[in-house]
């Protein structure tokens, strides 16, 4: 990494100009970063919703179903509740765990080389 | 004497005073702290973002406490407690909301942005017109919001202490509103974010106690407290089931389809939720504090659940509709059950719920009335009217007036409102922060194409779209609930208009770029794009 202080003309923190976005954005290197996000977060957003909604559609169209009772008080529409804040959780740390292993290094590599003004 | 006689006619005055006590306590608490980050707030950073240097944890405390309003404390709790199941809906779809936020926005949105939304928005387009459509649906969302607020705080002093009269519910409006304006002008973001974070840890440790107290009485065992509230409800297995309040008809479904799909879409398109990402000092500490946000929120809402099926269980439903029809004071009244009516404990505990509902009131008004002060003061003071050349002073004093000029507009509303139903407008604020600002914000982040009049068409389109339907729905006129009860001019069927123009605004965002000549900025798009993603460059 690079040590010397980028030259004070750049914009405050050391940001390179206009052209350089543009030979970063098309880089190999940031191209997997985009990939390796885009690859998580898209499908996955995808996926919530469509549990969501249909959580959502079978609580309004399908009430019998929902009230099947499977031990106690307990049914199938609180079991299904709980199991989206379960599913919420899950993801969260899912996405967490992606982004620290996939993402943080590949973000962090990128800027302090854009930052050092290599 | 039953407790509602109590509630309602606020006849028992020792409630009153440590209700009124305690809730000066949370007062003073709260000017100390905004008068100690007013000394620290110099830089228009420390004025906006807090000085970014609030720790994921902190910023995780303080999105919670300017998330949980009241709605959802007394809200969601009394929904519960009447209508069993279907109550429980309503904090799902608030809950899920948090994953868009953190999968699709916190984070890039922390890159690429400084102060408000409009900066990510207007990024790569032209500055002044979507600076100014930013500003705009900015200002909208917050006031609706508050305005639900306002009315909010009204309805519940009336209900705790027994001001009924037209007088008092507009002095607690003004109280309310005075107390925001000071919040924010003096302490800025470090001082909302502080009385966020307090208000939070008040209501998770209110709502920890509360929960324990109601298991205690079931011997922790939750089949047995379901199967009570069940039965005392009156409506046996189908209290725990769907369908008591939003089964009714076709109509009802399709509302809460449409409520659900807003609730879900809105949250990461809230301007005060969003505001608080800049007030960490990297994205991956906006990664965190989501991720504490969620747990915290997460573990509340689970916690309302058994609020509400507890005052269910405990308390009879003509006790609860009698305090309030729609159930609002259902927790404060389980505090006083638990404890034990005509008992000091069971005072204590109410006065205590119902404090903590207060300080929930006023972080949140905070938040609301910090991001749209801040909205005009950065989006359409300093860079639509002074064209990006007022400096950080000015940008600031702008700020402070824009507070008070906004909390002011919110008195007035809130006193002229005090009676009328505005339950509805939080679901408003949600489904137009989708329609409107959801589109735009992944558009610009996402879509190369994305050009000056895409942005202005689905910013304006999904606004107009969502406050025209809520105009001509059931919210407004036609029906007993109504805003105005008296008169009928609604055609459309729905209370939510989230179905119909959050698609809209989607839509009409990829249409506006498709049918202009305009050439998308790729340039600027590059340094948006890996900005957002890499942190580079960022504030």
Do not use: C
């Amino acid at each position: 990494m690079a040590t010397d202080a980028p030259p004070p003309s750049r914009a405050e923190h050391g940001l390179p100009a206009a052209d350089e976005f543009v030979a970063v954005q098309e880089s190999a290197e940031f191209r997997e970063l985009r990939r390796s996000h885009r690859s998580f977060a898209f499908p996955l957003t995808v996926a919530f919703i469509v549990w969501y909604l249909v959580y959502v559609l079978l609580s309004n169209y399908a009430g019998e179903f929902m009230g099947t009772k499977l031990f106690g008080s307990i049914n199938v529409a609180l079991v299904l509740g709980l199991a989206q804040f379960l599913s919420t959780f899950l993801i969260a740390w899912w996405y967490s765990r992606h982004a620290a292993a996939q993402l943080d290094p590949k973000a962090e590599a990128i800027k302090s080389r854009m930052e050092s003004g290599a | 004497m039953s407790p509602a006689v109590i509630l309602a006619a606020g006849e028992a005055s020792e409630h009153r005073t440590l209700i009124i006590t305690l809730f000066a306590v949370f007062v003073l608490a709260t000017l100390v702290i905004t008068i100690w980050a007013g000394r620290q707030t110099r830089s228009a950073a420390d004025f906006y973002a807090g000085g970014r240097q609030f720790t994921a944890f902190q910023n995780g405390l303080a999105v919670s406490g300017d998330y949980m309003s009241a709605a959802s404390f007394l809200g969601i709790a009394g929904a519960i407690a009447l209508f069993g199941y279907d109550g429980f809906l309503y904090s799902i779809g608030f809950l899920v909301a948090w994953l868009v936020a953190l999968l699709l926005v916190a984070e890039p949105l922390r890159n690429s942005g400084r102060y408000t939304m409009g900066d990510v928005l207007a990024y790569r387009m032209r500055q002044r017109p979507v600076r100014t459509a930013a500003g705009t649906s900015t200002i909208v969302v917050s006031i609706f919001y508050l305005l639900a607020q306002m009315a909010g705080a009204g309805v519940l002093v009336s209900l705790l202490l027994g001001i009924t009269s037209d007088g008092g519910k507009i002095g607690i409006v003004a109280l309310v509103g005075v107390l925001m304006i000071v919040y924010v002008t003096i302490g800025g973001m470090k001082g909302t974010t502080w009385v966020q974070m307090v208000k939070a840890v008040l209501l998770v440790i209110g709502a920890l106690l509360l929960t324990f107290l109601v298991l205690l009485k079931f011997d922790f065992n939750i089949s047995d407290l379901l199967g009570k509230a069940a039965d005392n409800s009156g409506k046996g297995a189908a209290f725990l089931e769907p369908g008591l309040k939003y089964g009714a008809t076709g109509t009802t479904k399709l509302d809460f389809l449409s409520l659900g799909i807003a609730l879900v879409l809105g949250t990461a398109g809230l301007p005060h939720i969003l505001i608080r990402f800049y007030t960490v000092p990297t994205a991956k500490a906006a990664r965190k504090s989501v991720n504490w946000a969620i747990g915290l929120i997460g573990a509340f809402y689970l916690m309302t659940l058994a609020l509400g099926f507890g005052a269910a269980a405990l308390i009879k439903p003509d006790e609860i509709i009698a305090s309030n029809k729609a159930g609002n004071t259902a927790a404060p009244l389980l505090a006083l059950h638990l404890g034990g009516i005509d008992s000091t404990w069971g005072a204590i505990l109410l006065a205590s719920i119902s404090a903590v509902a207060f300080a929930t009131i006023l972080a949140v008004v905070a938040g609301l009335t910090l991001a749209s002060s801040s909205s005009f003061a950065h989006d359409i003071y300093a860079n639509v009217i002074k064209k990006g050349q007022a400096d950080e002073k000015q940008e600031m004093r702008a700020a402070r007036w824009a507070t008070v000029g906004i909390g002011a507009v919110s008195i007035v509303l809130g006193a002229l409102a005090r009676d009328l139903n505005v339950a509805g407008l939080v679901a408003l604020a949600f489904a137009v922060a989708a329609s409107a600002n959801l589109p735009t914000i992944l558009y610009s982040l996402f879509w190369k194409r994305f050009t000056t009049t895409g942005a202005l068409w689905s910013i304006y389109g999904g606004l107009v779209t969502a406050v025209g339907l809520v105009l001509f729905s059931p919210v407004v006129s036609g029906k007993p609930t109504s805003m105005f009860p008296d008169v009928d001019f609604h055609w459309f069927p729905l209370e939510n208009p989230g179905l119909i123009s959050i698609p809209v605004g989607f839509l009409l965002g990829w249409l506006g770029t498709l049918l202009s000549k305009e050439e998308p900025d790729a340039r600027k798009y590059a340094e948006l794009e890996v900005r957002s993603l890499t942190g580079a460059g960022a504030h």
